[in-house]
């Protein structure tokens, strides 16, 4: 009787003992699977944050480049106020320079080319013929350059042609900086005046 409670008692032990264990390790996994759920949510809450930042990143330099792009379109619109421009021009008496408006047609190209004929062909009016060669730009600098069979002129008339070109296009073409003044292609020289071949005549 004494052997049969003993073997009963020794089995309840070990049965206790099976469901501790059991137990134990359920409490373990159970944390381990709490753990690696915290890590996994970590884990992916920085990577949100970083794709996040780069998207804010990306977004913020799209907004910069678009800016950037409309400051230039801006910049190289030339506006024209009630189809008028500064013209600088001699006056028929002095034959000094002079400023004053001068219409012109509706949706014209405002170019450098256009600007020094206006220039010329208001100079001729005063009797006086100034030939170009050509008219071009490079970077922000327009070059003309005139046919050495120009008429000659006092160095007084000359400075006033030379000025009259040079700011009517400074005035009208705000994205250009400077004029060079050239004589076919050559550096500039008359009786009066000499300049470098890239030497500017007017800057602003």
């Given at each position: 009787?004494i052997?049969i409670?003993?073997?009963?008692l020794?089995?309840?032990v070990?049965?206790?003992?099976?469901?501790?264990?059991?137990?134990?390790?359920k409490?373990?996994k159970?944390?381990?699977?709490?753990?690696?759920n915290?890590?996994?949510?970590?884990?992916t809450?920085?990577?949100t944050?970083e794709e996040?930042k780069?998207?804010t990143t990306n977004?913020t330099e799209?907004?910069?480049t678009?800016q950037?792009?409309?400051s230039?379109?801006?910049?190289?619109t030339?506006?024209v106020?009630?189809?008028k421009?500064?013209l600088?021009?001699?006056n028929?008496?002095s034959?000094?320079t002079?400023?004053?408006?001068?219409?012109?047609e509706?949706d014209?190209?405002l170019?450098?080319?256009f600007?020094v004929?206006?220039?010329i062909?208001?100079?001729?009016?005063?009797?006086?013929?100034v030939?170009?060669d050509?008219v071009?730009?490079?970077d922000?600098?327009?070059?003309?350059s005139?046919k050495?069979?120009?008429a000659?002129v006092g160095?007084g008339?000359?400075i006033?042609i030379l000025?009259?070109i040079?700011k009517?296009?400074?005035?009208?073409?705000?994205i250009?900086?400077?004029?060079?003044?050239?004589?076919?292609d050559?550096?500039?020289?008359?009786?009066h005046?000499?300049?470098g071949?890239d030497e500017?005549y007017l800057?602003?």
């Amino acid at each position: 009787m004494i052997r049969i409670r003993r073997t009963i008692l020794l089995f309840s032990v070990i049965i206790a003992s099976t469901f501790v264990l059991y137990g134990c390790n359920k409490n373990n996994k159970e944390e381990e699977t709490t753990t690696s759920n915290e890590i996994t949510t970590e884990t992916t809450i920085e990577t949100t944050s970083e794709e996040v930042k780069e998207m804010t990143t990306n977004t913020t330099e799209e907004i910069i480049t678009e800016q950037t792009i409309e400051s230039s379109s801006e910049e190289e619109t030339t506006e024209v106020k009630n189809n008028k421009i500064k013209l600088h021009s001699l006056n028929k008496d002095s034959y000094e320079t002079e400023e004053k408006n001068a219409d012109i047609e509706i949706d014209i190209a405002l170019t450098p080319q256009f600007l020094v004929d206006k220039v010329i062909n208001d100079i001729a009016e005063s009797g006086i013929i100034v030939k170009i060669d050509y008219v071009k730009t490079e970077d922000r600098t327009i070059i003309v350059s005139f046919k050495n069979d120009t008429a000659n002129v006092g160095s007084g008339v000359e400075i006033s042609i030379l000025d009259s070109i040079a700011k009517t296009l400074l005035d009208n073409l705000p994205i250009y900086d400077s004029v060079v003044y050239r004589n076919e292609d050559e550096a500039y020289e008359s009786g009066h005046i000499e300049l470098g071949i890239d030497e500017p005549y007017l800057s602003r």
